[in-house]
């Protein structure tokens, strides 16, 4: 089978048709459904279109024969904001039944995720109450948003993500999320952000293997990992490239954090559709057009 943005839609569909639950309570059910609409939404990903009604002008052509009904504008933009908890129902299940789950090896990092330019955007935006200003040291500037934190396989399948004010150190958020984690058996690799008895006597308290680079003032243990913590940078590269992160365009807490968890479903969709028709892990450019 070839890699087609036909074929992974279809595919997706069937796997996640079947556990999402079902809409519930008066009036008429909608003419797209819930998981009709989440796919509808990992080709917007997959087509690089960040803006909804650009990808709604092209879609009816390019995916009409797919979707009979395609919502305004409107209508899909609310509905999708309200998608946020199904859309990481989705990643959790896509993970678990990847064969890349099973592999013993976890990389950590985080991105920024911006979500503003100016000062007056900080003061008026409804994010002002859960966004901050953190620095990406990666490119040397400052960015007012928050931080997508991931913890994945090797592949770049999402095992676990949460986004935090950028604001918010490194080690704290990481504890947030991986917080009851049970790594009994797996190694966590992770960059020099993560340095620190404390927070290694965490990761050791969820029975993981903590691996990171050594810094410049400590003795060798592990040495500079690069070649292997490049796996996590591609996978952000991926993330910021065909999938358009920096350009979420939400609004909103639930409309970043639905926006955000679809471009990660994009990724985890087309890392199960490969490993199922035995493409490479990472080859998105198929699904492109």
Not at 103 to 125: F, I
Not at 206 to 215: G, I, K, Q, T, W
Request: net charge positive; proline share 6%.
């Amino acid at each position: 089978m070839h890699a087609t943005l036909d074929a992974l839609t279809t595919a997706l569909y069937v796997q996640i048709d079947d556990f999402l639950p079902r809409r519930r309570g008066p009036g008429h059910p909608p003419k797209i459904t819930d998981a009709e609409l989440i796919c509808l939404a990992v080709c917007q990903m997959l087509m690089g279109l960040p803006n909804d009604r650009q990808f709604l002008a092209i879609a009816g052509y390019r995916l009409g024969h797919l979707f009979p009904y395609l919502p305004k504008q409107p209508g899909y933009n609310k509905r999708v904001r309200r998608l946020g908890p199904s859309i990481a129902a989705a990643i959790t299940h896509l993970a678990q039944v990847s064969p890349s789950f099973c592999d013993n090896l976890r990389l950590l990092d985080s991105t920024p995720v911006p979500c503003g330019q100016s000062r007056e955007t900080a003061k008026r935006s409804e994010l002002a109450g859960s966004t901050g200003y953190g620095y990406c040291a990666s490119h040397s500037r400052y960015f007012w948003g928050y931080r997508l934190y991931l913890l994945c396989a090797p592949d770049g399948m999402p095992i676990r993500f949460e986004l935090f004010a950028a604001n918010l150190g490194e080690r704290d958020a990481a504890r947030q999320m991986l917080y009851g984690l049970d790594l009994q058996g797996y190694t966590v690799l992770a960059d020099k952000g993560f340095a620190g008895e404390d927070f290694e006597a965490f990761m050791a308290s969820l029975n993981a293997n903590f691996v990171r680079p050594d810094r410049k003032d400590e003795p060798v243990r592990y040495g500079a990992l690069g070649a292997i913590r490049q796996w996590i940078e591609s996978v952000f590269w991926t993330c910021k490239g065909q999938l358009t992160l920096e350009r979420h365009a939400g609004r909103t807490t639930p409309g970043v954090a639905a926006r955000v968890g679809l471009r990660l479903l994009a990724l985890s969709a087309a890392l199960w559709h490969n490993q199922q028709i035995g493409q490479p892990g990472r080859h998105l450019a198929a699904y492109g057009y």
